[in-house]
C-alpha cells in the first residue's frame, strides 16, 4: 500500500508546483524501503517505477528535465537511509528468532536434564535404601533370634542398637544424595542462566 502510494503521488509530481506531490512519494518510498517483509528487489523494483513515473510526469508536465532528474535523484537518495534501517531491522529480527531458538532448545534441555536428575535421585535412593533396609533387616532378624530362642537380653538390645544405627546411616546418605543432586541441578541451571544472559547482551543492539 505504501509503494503504491509512492507512485500514484510520483504522477502527479510534474502537474503540482508547490511540491506536495514529490513530499509525499518520498515519504512513501522511505517508509516502504524500511519495511523487512518485502524483499529488496521488490523495494527497489518499486522505487524505480515510482523514478518513471514522476520522470514521466515532469516531461508530461513540460517541466525542465533539470527538475526531472533532481527529483529522480532526490528519491534514490531518501531510499538508501531507508533500505539501511531496513536492513538494522531484519538483522534485529533474526537475532531475536534465534535467540527465542536458543531459549526453547535450552528450556528443552533444562526438562530432560531435570527428568534425568530425578531418574538417578531415584536409583540412588533405591539402591541406598536396598542396603540399609537388608543390612537393618539382617540386625532385627538377629535380635529376634537372641531374644527369642537364647533370651540374650544384652546381646539382642546390641542387635537392636546397630539397627538403629543401621537406619541412621542409611537416612544420612538418602539426605546426601539428594542434596548432591540438588546442587548439581543448581549449579546447572545459574550456568544456563549465564549462559543465557550472555547471548542477551551479545546480540543487544
Same mark, same amino acid.
Given at each position: 500500500? *505504501?509503494?503504491?502510494?509512492?507512485?500514484?503521488? &510520483?504522477?502527479?509530481?510534474?502537474?503540482?508546483? @508547490?511540491?506536495?506531490?514529490?513530499?509525499?512519494? !518520498?515519504?512513501?518510498?522511505? &517508509?516502504?524501503?524500511?519495511?523487512?517483509?518485502?524483499?529488496?528487489? #521488490? /523495494? /527497489?523494483?518499486?522505487?524505480?517505477?515510482?523514478?518513471?513515473?514522476?520522470?514521466?510526469? !515532469?516531461?508530461?508536465?513540460?517541466?525542465?528535465?533539470? @527538475?526531472?532528474?533532481?527529483?529522480?535523484?532526490?528519491?534514490?537518495?531518501?531510499?538508501?537511509?531507508?533500505?539501511?534501517?531496513?536492513?538494522?531491522?531484519?538483522?534485529?529480527?533474526?537475532?531475536? +528468532?534465534?535467540?527465542?531458538?536458543?531459549?526453547?532448545?535450552?528450556?528443552?534441555?533444562?526438562?530432560?536434564?531435570?527428568?534425568?536428575?530425578?531418574?538417578? /535421585?531415584? +536409583?540412588?535412593?533405591?539402591? #541406598?535404601?536396598?542396603?540399609?533396609?537388608? &543390612?537393618?533387616?539382617?540386625?532385627?532378624?538377629?535380635?529376634?533370634?537372641?531374644?527369642? @530362642?537364647?533370651?540374650?537380653?544384652?546381646?539382642? *538390645?546390641?542387635?537392636?542398637?546397630?539397627?538403629?544405627?543401621?537406619?541412621?546411616?542409611?537416612?544420612?546418605?538418602?539426605?546426601?544424595? %539428594? &542434596?548432591?543432586?540438588? %546442587?548439581?541441578?543448581?549449579?546447572? #541451571?545459574?550456568?544456563?542462566?549465564?549462559?543465557?544472559?550472555?547471548? +542477551?547482551?551479545?546480540?543487544?543492539?
Amino acid at each position: 500500500m *505504501l509503494g503504491t502510494s509512492a507512485l500514484t503521488a &510520483a504522477s502527479a509530481v510534474g502537474s503540482t508546483g @508547490d511540491g506536495t506531490a514529490m513530499i509525499m512519494s !518520498c515519504v512513501g518510498l522511505v &517508509a516502504f524501503s524500511m519495511h523487512t517483509r518485502p524483499s529488496p528487489l #521488490v /523495494i /527497489i523494483t518499486m522505487t524505480g517505477a515510482t523514478v518513471m513515473a514522476a520522470t514521466s510526469s !515532469c516531461v508530461f508536465s513540460e517541466r525542465s528535465a533539470g @527538475d526531472a532528474f533532481g527529483n529522480a535523484a532526490v528519491m534514490v537518495v531518501v531510499v538508501v537511509p531507508g533500505l539501511s534501517r531496513r536492513q538494522y531491522r531484519a538483522q534485529a529480527e533474526h537475532a531475536h +528468532r534465534l535467540l527465542e531458538q536458543t531459549q526453547r532448545a535450552q528450556a528443552g534441555h533444562a526438562r530432560a536434564a531435570a527428568l534425568d536428575e530425578r531418574t538417578r /535421585i531415584a +536409583r540412588e535412593l533405591h539402591d #541406598v535404601l536396598a542396603h540399609s533396609l537388608g &543390612a537393618l533387616g539382617v540386625q532385627l532378624e538377629l535380635a529376634d533370634a537372641l531374644l527369642s @530362642d537364647k533370651h540374650d537380653l544384652n546381646g539382642g *538390645l546390641e542387635q537392636v542398637r546397630r539397627a538403629r544405627r543401621l537406619a541412621a546411616e542409611g537416612l544420612s546418605e538418602a539426605r546426601h544424595a %539428594v &542434596a548432591d543432586r540438588h %546442587v548439581a541441578v543448581h549449579r546447572r #541451571v545459574d550456568g544456563q542462566d549465564a549462559h543465557q544472559q550472555r547471548l +542477551r547482551q551479545d546480540r543487544s543492539p
